[in-house]
């Protein structure tokens, strides 16, 4: 995976590569822990995040 962004306490990585959307995965950078992802929800017409506690 390719790291997207990395902040503080926060990392963004490119999960899935799409002709129009992207799929991104957060993480937590001190503990490693995926906290959720950043898809796109065709039905809002916009980006989502989704906790990975929802999967």
């Known amino acids: 995976m390719e790291i997207i962004k990395e ?4 990392r963004f ?4 590569k799409k002709s129009k959307t992207n799929k991104y995965l ?3 950078k001190k ?3 995926e906290l959720g992802t950043i ?6 017409r916009q ?3 989704k ?4 999967r």
């Open 31 to 33: 503990t490693d822990d």
């Open 47 to 49: 980006y989502i995040f």
């Open 7 to 10: 902040t503080k306490y926060m």
């Open 26 to 28: 957060v993480c937590n």
């Open 13 to 16: 990585e490119l999960v899935e």
């Open 39 to 44: 898809e796109w929800y065709s039905y809002w």
């Open 51 to 54: 906790p990975s506690w929802e």
